[in-house]
């Protein structure tokens, strides 16, 4: 019998919100990552063509700020994946497990 956590039972209890917040986290997931990969790779670039020069004139702080967006957009990525994993177990009948 497998375990789960009382977020995803709660995910699981409630469907319209489930998918809604399923929903939310795409969304975002989508915004989070338009040209992330892109300006990673400009920004990497940027400090390997100017070195120190570059890192002290906020090369540096760029990169930073680049990989916490990348996190927020796994987390949300995690999260959808969670919403959707609920919403799906649910239509498939397999409500009954979770009670």
Known sequence: MQAYSS???WLHR???VSFLLMTVSFLTFGYFTIDLVHLL???TAFIVRHGWMALVSGGFLQFVQLSLIALLAM???LLFRLCEQAVVQRLSGRARLLE
Do not use: D, K, Q, T
Request: proline content about 0%; charged content about 10%.
């Open 41 to 43: 790779s400009s920004n």
């Open 7 to 9: 977020f995803y039972r």
């Open 75 to 77: 987390a949300c990525y």
């Open 14 to 16: 409630h469907l319209v």
